[in-house]
């Protein structure tokens, strides 16, 4: 399904370094699209449907989108628009459209520092900003989660998380490169109801809808894994998810959308403190004070990150950009460039980092 609608693209002038609108409701054929985008050579830019008409119109204006993909609705900034309502014929699993079963798209010369998606920020703080991402930095955060989760967790992961939020990148893109099963669901609290719940062996949320979710229901007894993101994890809530029999690890993960998705993992003891643990594979952390030198043990100062999953910058935004990825005087291993994230930490005794909240 994925090849057909790319070799469609491409024959609508779709091309390396475009963007284009992802507006279709949390089903096969999404994800399907999402594929068929990064292998027209293009990046692809999430437009849920759900989100009010004002959000989707600026974001598909910025973006300055080639084209949205949609069922008849989507981005409302005069730009293209393909309904895929009758795109692909026959059920799942088939890839017949348009230009018939055998489609296959053109091999595009995509570089690991294409552009692969934009990503935009709530906007609480102004107007939102497109964080722009790279195939590389994705391709880092499958290489961590590779070394991290077995093939049994990966077996059955829930994609509950909108695809404006990067955490859908881990439960896309690293489920399916490293051969698990993804089970889509339109959000979290879908999942009791889910004909495959019994299936689910590995869920990623945040941690107040994940407190919301246990109040109404238990985990299947397939979970085996959790992770937790986007917010501080409550010790209640860890030892919650511990008092589980099938859980066998609970993740407290931080990280902001400018550094993909996570840059910091902890897998959380059975008792005990915990915090927001150790940089991620390819990342590195540097706890620095106001004159950008690094704090000693113990102190607090403000984190800043380098390493595979630094973004390229903000979509057409060269100022914010200027002020927020600096060069990094610290690089030692090909990393230029390092993020400021406005949050302060401390290093732990043991080398792990404690979160004090926002600078």
């Not at 955490?167 to 979290?188: C, M, N, P, Q, R």
């Not at 993740?251 to 008792?271: F, H, I, K, Q, V």
């Not at 403190?273 to 706890?287: E, L």
Request: aromatic share 6%; with cysteine.
């Amino acid at each position: 399904r994925s090849d057909a609608l790319a070799a469609h693209l491409q024959a609508l002038g779709v091309e390396r370094g475009d963007r284009v609108g992802i507006a279709l409701p949390r089903r096969i054929d999404m994800v399907a699209a999402m594929l068929a985008v990064l292998k027209a050579g293009a990046a692809y830019v999430p437009l849920d449907p759900a989100y009010p008409v004002d959000r989707i119109a600026y974001v598909a204006r910025d973006a300055d989108l080639a084209l949205v993909l949609s069922l008849g609705c989507g981005g409302d900034g005069g730009e293209g628009r393909l309904d895929l309502s009758d795109f692909w014929q026959g059920p799942p699993g088939l890839g017949d459209g348009p230009r018939g079963p055998a489609a296959r798209p053109a091999q595009a010369e995509v570089a690991a520092e294409d552009l692969a998606y934009l990503i935009y920020t709530s906007g609480s703080t102004g107007a939102p900003k497109g964080v722009a991402l790279e195939h590389r930095n994705a391709v880092a955060l499958v290489r961590w989660a590779e070394a991290q989760f077995p093939p049994e967790d990966l077996a059955g992961v829930l994609g509950s998380t909108s695809i404006c939020f990067d955490l859908s990148v881990f439960e896309i893109f690293a489920t399916l490169s490293l051969g698990g099963t993804l089970l889509l669901v339109d959000d979290l609290f879908a999942l009791p109801e889910a004909p495959f719940r019994e299936s689910v062996t590995l869920v990623n949320t945040v941690p107040t809808p994940m407190t919301e979710l246990l109040r109404l229901a238990p985990l299947p007894p397939s979970v085996r894994t959790v992770c937790l993101a986007g917010e501080p994890l409550p010790p209640a809530l860890a030892e919650r998810l511990h008092a589980i029999p099938s859980v066998a690890q609970v993740w407290n993960l931080y990280g902001p959308s400018e550094d993909t998705t996570y840059s910091t993992a902890c897998r959380l003891p059975r008792a005990g403190a915990f915090n927001i643990g150790r940089p991620v594979r390819g990342t590195q952390a540097h706890v620095l004070d106001e004159r950008l030198a690094p704090v000693p043990p113990g102190m607090a100062g403000e984190l800043f990150l380098s390493g595979a999953g630094v973004a390229r910058g903000y979509w057409n935004r060269p100022e914010l950009t200027a002020e927020r990825f600096l060069p990094n005087p610290f690089d030692k291993s090909g990393a230029p460039v390092m993020y400021r994230t406005g949050d302060r930490v401390r290093h732990a005794a043991d080398g792990s980092l404690d979160y004090l909240g926002r600078g």
